[in-house]
């Protein structure tokens, strides 16, 4: 299985920028999907950016499109997410989440999270 580890959060002002980086170990999947989730208190955890290890197919949020991007890098092990345009809206705590299925089980491993706030 994948350990995670998320690092890169902070504080900014409104209109400012982030990246979240996420470095995985141990046992990895070249059918891994890797994706951002945050999560405000008292509010549900949601899916923000999503990649495809395999070919690097990315998902977005409707409220992050045009503003975040994910990506890889291979020889790190590591996933970005880069975040531009901030809102107040966007603060939340970030997890770094690792997917895959295997003999029709699905597996996930999950970072310990990133706290990101964003002031008006």
């Known amino acids: 299985q994948v350990q995670l580890v998320e690092s890169g959060g902070g504080l900014v002002q409104a209109g400012g920028s982030l990246r979240l980086s996420c470095a995985a170990s141990?046992?990895?999947?070249?059918?891994?999907?890797m994706g951002w989730f945050r999560q405000a208190p008292g509010e549900e955890r949601e899916l923000a950016a999503r990649?495809?290890?395999?070919?690097?197919?990315?998902y977005y949020a409707d409220s992050v499109k045009g503003r975040f991007t994910i990506s890889r890098d291979n020889a790190k092990n590591t996933v970005y997410l880069q975040m531009n345009s901030l809102k107040p809206e966007d603060t939340a705590v970030y997890y770094c989440?690792?997917?895959?299925?295997?003999?029709?089980?699905?597996?996930?491993?999950w970072g310990q999270g990133t706290q990101v706030t964003v002031s008006s």
């Open positions: 989440n690792a997917s895959t299925v295997v003999a029709g089980i699905t597996l996930d491993s």
């Open positions: 990649i495809r290890w395999t070919d690097s197919h990315t």
């Open positions: 141990g046992r990895t999947f070249s059918s891994y999907t």
